[in-house]
């Protein structure tokens, strides 16, 4: 059974840094694209950042310059670094990957994680 746990939210001040983890386990074929969202209190789920197979990378316009998406050598984990946080960014963070499993179709499913608290306020 897969998997994804996430680490890393909680309180910074605005100005401030924050790096968000998530870790894929169980059967895995491979790994078609790695995301964040987010949703804050009364409003609807967003992309933050996405990162598929080749490499390629998507922003949110008002995540731009801020907030870097990567993964590790294993290519199991996927971080959001995010610096220069506002309040605005306040919200509960959520990985989202599609993954290739056994049994499954090709084009992948997709999981979520439970997703993490950041809260941005002096």
């Known amino acids: 059974q897969v998997q994804l746990v996430e680490s890393g939210g909680g309180l910074v001040q605005p100005g401030g840094s924050l790096r968000l983890s998530c870790a894929a386990s169980?059967?895995?074929?491979?790994?078609?694209?790695m995301g964040w969202y987010r949703q804050a209190p009364g409003k609807q789920r967003e992309l933050v950042a996405r990162?598929?197979?080749?490499?390629?990378?998507l922003y949110s316009d008002s995540v731009k310059g801020r907030f870097t998406i990567s993964i590790d050598n294993a290519k199991t984990t996927v971080y959001l670094q995010m610096i220069s946080l506002k309040p605005e960014d306040t919200a509960v963070y959520y990985c989202?990957?599609?993954?290739?499993?056994?049994?499954?179709?090709?084009?992948?499913?997709?999981?979520w994680g439970q997703g993490t608290q950041v809260t941005v306020s002096s």
């Open positions: 169980g059967s895995i074929l491979s790994i078609n694209a």
């Open positions: 990162r598929t197979s080749d490499g390629s990378t």
């Open positions: 989202n990957q599609v993954l290739v499993v056994p049994g499954g179709p090709r084009v992948g499913n997709i999981y």
